[in-house]
């Protein structure tokens, strides 16, 4: 599953650096932290335009606390582009930046203990 998925990184300057102890700072999602976040957060669906490197599946505008969430992908990839975003509004909620490889690597994390489930013998 290779796609791009992109968040807009607006007043990045209102953020706080980062500091050593708060490396890794970013930490699975929980239930309160969705429903914090979702009661923060719009989140829409529509058509988004087409970036240089591809399709922008999802991106977050966080002046206007929007998530928003491209209409032109199937269920599956529609919930893991959202899980993916989320995991970007609870990054810079915690000052963690924006690692993309640490969202990247929790959402593939939590979509794994979500949805796919070990096959019985
Ligand atoms: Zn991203």
Redesign the pocket.
Known sequence: MKKL???LVLGASLMAKPTASQVPCLTPLTLDDVVEILGEYSVLHQELPNVASGILY?MVNYNTKKIYLNTDQDRTEMRDTLL??L??VKARKNYCG?S?DE??LLTKKTIGELYIKPQVP
């Open positions: 998925m992109a968040a999802g993916h975003e995991y970007h924006n993309e969202v990247d």
